[in-house]
């Protein structure tokens, strides 16, 4: 029964000090990283519209035109690392009230977001509009984690 007890005391003794130890970090990131193919570049108003895909989900990428003369210039065809953060909340409120959620298909939505004076929607086949850390313009940036 000594030992028992003892082999608890340790074993709690020994996940007390391993939850110290792991760092708590206080900061969250809304972005995500993605690898995806760059497949039409457009523009609206003062607005590059990146298209781009990777396997799963083709995005817009918006950003905001500056003249930059020394860059890494993006290139349709080409597959760039983006780190991107989407421009809609993840779920959608209905109603008056805020609590109220309804089950809907977000793929059949067309949805908006209004940058300045500027509207993007999605359209079939892209389902999301995103910002990137990494565009400056139509230069890309390598960003370190």
Same mark, same amino acid.
């Given at each position: 029964?000594?030992?028992?007890?003892?082999?608890?005391?340790?074993?709690?003794?020994?996940?007390? *000090?391993?939850?110290?130890?792991?760092?708590?970090?206080?900061?969250?990131?809304?972005?995500?990283? =993605?690898?995806?193919?760059?497949?039409?570049?457009?523009?609206?108003?003062?607005?590059?519209?990146?298209?781009?895909?990777?396997?799963? =989900?083709?995005?817009?990428? =918006?950003?905001?035109?500056?003249?930059?003369?020394?860059?890494?210039?993006?290139?349709?065809?080409?597959?760039?690392?983006?780190?991107?953060?989407?421009?809609?909340?993840?779920?959608?409120?209905?109603?008056?009230?805020?609590?109220?959620?309804?089950?809907?298909?977000?793929?059949?939505? *067309?949805?908006?977001?209004?940058?300045?004076?500027?509207?993007?929607? *999605?359209?079939?086949?892209? =389902?999301?509009?995103?910002?990137?850390?990494?565009?400056?313009?139509?230069?890309?940036?390598?960003?370190?984690?």
């Amino acid at each position: 029964m000594k030992r028992f007890i003892a082999l608890i005391l340790i074993l709690i003794s020994c996940k007390g *000090t391993q939850l110290d130890n792991e760092p708590k970090s206080q900061k969250v990131d809304f972005f995500k990283e =993605i690898n995806a193919k760059v497949y039409k570049i457009d523009s609206i108003r003062d607005y590059y519209v990146i298209y781009a895909s990777n396997e799963r =989900i083709n995005y817009k990428i =918006i950003s905001k035109k500056v003249n930059e003369q020394f860059c890494e210039e993006l290139k349709e065809n080409s597959f760039y690392n983006f780190k991107v953060k989407s421009l809609f909340l993840e779920k959608i409120k209905l109603g008056n009230d805020s609590d109220s959620l309804q089950a809907i298909n977000y793929l059949d939505i *067309t949805r908006c977001v209004v940058k300045v004076d500027t509207e993007f929607c *999605t359209e079939p086949g892209v =389902i999301d509009i995103c910002e990137s850390p990494n565009m400056l313009g139509l230069c890309y940036r390598k960003i370190a984690n």
